[in-house]
């Protein structure tokens, strides 16, 4: 079961239509004792950085993700992505969930190259480059163009959590993660074939995550009782 | 490197797609996500759907059409006509629409644009303007209301106020050139788009696929939109985008 969480920003309804054509259960729910009880979060979200945070500090939902990503997979999408870094300077200065290590800063709209002006929002279909192949949400895919639309992107130190970028006059991170938190920049759900293939990868890393921690912890378990017989 | 985008437009009344000459003449074509399904098929980037209907009971019609094509298509759409309210707009996004176009309804009220806008961001808010070229005072003028009604604005003038106010993209259907066939209305499409920051969509005039690469050279237009010549498939989306590949423009 997919829990998307809706804390009041933006249109749900095209995303949990994409997890139905992927035959995938969902709940949609801002509380949460729901979510608390799914296998994996989707973060949605369009609006204002700052907004959001609002929001989901009111509702208890940013406490609550911090303790749901301890345990289990959770993907940000757009500025549900932005919302997983340290922080954002749309409006004022505001900070974000922290679970990756970056800031969320505004297209300059003039080029670092040329000085030339250039369109925010970067709307679009625009091409990936993938950094980490072998990154789960990549599995079976090949670099292709996803939609974007946004005029914040993150800007993060930390190039291990790069696992896709995209080119609009800044490198911008398109797919991020960091052990089971992912986020996508751009819009899976509306993004073709290729979007909903990598929607798919991220609905399987949900469902081999419990046998996977299984076996890490019946690893641990035999080596703490191995070192105990000796 | 992000893609110049083909949009077909698909004008609906009372659910059903039709497709206007000179914004007069109407002849019966289809069903909305059957069409929608078939575009996506051909590697169309976007659609646009214009509701057209009359009256109320169209109108409601198309949040049901809406929610229909949103329940099967995978690429972004945006929906526009007889949008007078925040309600409305948010009534369309919450049924499944990415973007939404206001064009009388922003010239009569233009807070609507900036409601819209921070209501839900200004990228799912789109301007449309209408323009004709007024030869008295050689300029653009606006127009309203399908093009019936003839306004005080410049069409650059107020492009630039519609962004100010929030708009996150301009779709911009010349009426000197809509149903022509014979090309986009490059002039006016390069000033607007070299004037604001946001993306524009050059509408109007395709006739064939070379009529596309003059939009995104010349006319600098960041996306181009068609309607009859796709419609009635006289050429078809993977015609053009193979064409524009050819000629070295960043096509999907």
């Known amino acids: 079961m997919i829990g998307i969480v809706d804390y009041g920003m933006g249109n749900l309804y095209s995303l949990s239509q994409a997890l139905k054509r992927l035959d995938q259960d969902f709940v949609i729910s801002d509380h949460s004792s729901e979510l608390a009880g799914t296998d994996g979060l989707i973060l949605p979200g369009v609006g204002a950085f700052k907004d959001a945070m609002a929001l989901l500090n009111e509702k208890g939902l940013s406490a609550f993700l911090t303790r749901y990503v301890q345990e289990k997979p959770l993907l940000g999408i757009c500025l549900g992505m932005q919302l997983l870094f340290e922080e954002s300077e749309e409006g004022s200065l505001t900070k974000g969930l922290a679970f990756l290590s970056g800031r969320v800063a505004r297209f300059s709209g003039i080029s670092q190259v040329t000085g030339e002006r250039y369109k925010v929002p970067h709307m679009g279909w625009n091409t990936l480059e993938f950094k980490q192949p072998d990154s789960p949400l990549l599995n079976a895919l090949e670099p292709d163009y996803a939609y974007f639309v946004h005029s914040y992107y993150a800007e993060t130190k930390d190039s291990s959590i790069l696992i896709?970028?995209?080119?609009?006059?800044?490198?911008?991170?398109?797919?991020?993660?960091?052990?089971?938190?992912?986020?996508?920049?751009?819009?899976?759900?509306?993004?073709?074939?290729?979007?909903?293939?990598?929607?798919?990868?991220?609905?399987?890393?949900?469902?081999?995550?419990?046998?996977?921690?299984?076996?890490?912890?019946?690893?641990?378990?035999?080596?703490?009782?191995?070192?105990?017989?000796k | 490197m992000l893609a110049k985008r083909i949009i077909p437009c698909l004008d609906v009344k009372d659910g059903r797609v039709v497709k206007g000459k000179q914004f007069i003449q109407l002849r019966d074509a289809g069903d909305p996500v059957e069409l929608a399904m078939y575009y996506n098929g051909q590697g169309a980037d976007e659609l646009v759907f214009l509701d057209i209907s009359a009256s109320n009971e169209g109108r409601n019609t198309m949040v049901d059409v809406?929610?229909?094509?949103?329940?099967?298509?995978?690429?972004?759409?945006?929906v526009g006509g007889g949008i007078h309210s925040l309600e409305n707009i948010k009534a369309l996004l919450r049924a499944g629409a990415d973007k939404v176009s206001l064009n009388s309804s922003a010239v009569e009220n233009p807070g609507l644009i900036t409601a819209g806008a921070d209501f839900f961001g200004c990228q799912c808010i789109v301007c449309a303007i209408d323009a004709k070229f007024d030869p008295e005072t050689s300029s653009y003028r606006v127009y309203t209301h399908g093009g019936q009604k003839q306004t005080d604005l410049d069409a650059i003038e107020w492009a630039k106020k519609a962004v100010s106010l929030g708009a996150g993209e301009i779709l911009l259907t010349s009426m000197d050139q809509d149903g022509e066939k014979s090309g986009f209305e490059l002039n006016l499409t390069r000033k607007i788009s070299e004037a604001v920051d946001v993306p524009v969509i050059a509408s109007g005039g395709a006739g064939k696929a070379s009529d596309f690469f003059d939009a995104f050279s010349a006319?600098?237009?960041?996306?181009?939109?068609?309607?009859?010549?796709?419609?009635y498939k006289e050429t078809s989306v993977a015609q053009v985008k193979t064409y524009l590949k050819q000629k070295g423009v960043a096509i999907r």
């Open chain 2, 66 to 78: 809406v929610k229909a094509v949103a329940a099967k298509l995978a690429i972004p759409f945006t």
């Open chain 1, 164 to 229: 896709a970028t995209a080119d609009y006059h800044e490198q911008v991170p398109a797919v991020v993660g960091s052990g089971h938190i992912f986020g996508t920049q751009f819009h899976p759900e509306k993004s073709g074939v290729f979007g909903q293939a990598l929607l798919k990868n991220y609905l399987d890393f949900v469902k081999r995550m419990p046998q996977a921690k299984a076996a890490v912890s019946r690893a641990a378990a035999s080596l703490s009782s191995g070192e105990e017989e």
């Open chain 2, 219 to 231: 006319g600098k237009a960041d996306a181009a939109l068609a309607a009859s010549i796709f419609h």
